[in-house]
């Protein structure tokens, strides 16, 4: 194609049910016109706004806790920095090289199923009575109570992740809720919904 046909098609032909055609063209462009698949899923995941919503919850539930309690990052509205004193090359690329390690290690001993959507997390016997007793062995979404004989086909109870696990969901209790199976189906994995608006003080 010749670069004005180009610029007609991209002008006056190109029909768009989405951005990403003009998207992965200009990505195309600043790669010398060429790139390879990975590179093109990168530059759309990028742009897509639900996505970066969903880390942006994520980043606030997990990382952040608890890099702030102990002290590596603060926040300042959208801002976050890290408390170091400004850093010189030397520093930074250390640092650069111990999180590289710490990844490296942290895949090597859990595989590559870190991104299986599929991958559940153990849950100890403890944390699932914990997660029960504060919701007063009620389904936080719908209420339905485990051994209510009407709704039997919902129950056990299921305890979830609010974020998944397979995104770095932590398993403690301030990422778990207690879901009915008809909820948690709903639900899916893809989802991290908080559904913990139901009053679960006690009765
Ligand atoms: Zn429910």
């Not at 699932?128 to 504060?134: D, F, I, P």
């Not at 009915?180 to 003080?201: A, L």
Request: net charge neutral; charged share 35%.
């Amino acid at each position: 194609m010749k670069h004005e046909e180009l610029i007609d098609f991209i002008k006056d032909k190109m029909s768009m049910a989405h951005i990403y055609q003009p998207l992965l063209i200009k990505e195309l462009v600043k790669c010398d016109g060429a790139a390879t698949v990975r590179q093109l899923a990168i530059s759309m995941l990028v742009m897509d706004e639900s996505r970066i919503q969903e880390y942006k919850k994520i980043f606030k539930r997990w990382p952040e806790q608890t890099l702030k309690k102990h002290g590596v990052l603060e926040r300042n509205k959208e801002l976050v920095s890290l408390t170091t004193e400004p850093m010189t090359l030397e520093q930074k690329s250390e640092i650069l090289q111990v999180c590289e390690q710490k990844i490296h290690e942290y895949v090597r001993k859990r595989g590559e199923g870190i991104w299986d959507p599929f991958e559940s997390s153990p849950l100890t016997k403890n944390q699932r009575y914990e997660v029960l007793k504060r919701a007063n062995k009620r389904c936080e979404l719908c209420g339905v109570k485990e051994g209510d004989k009407a709704y039997e086909e919902r129950l056990p109870l299921h305890v979830d992740h609010i974020i998944p696990y397979s995104k770095g969901g932590a398993t403690d209790l301030a990422n778990l809720q207690a879901l009915c199976r008809k909820c948690n189906q709903g639900k899916g994995n893809r989802d991290d919904t908080d559904f913990r608006i139901v009053d679960t003080s006690p009765e």
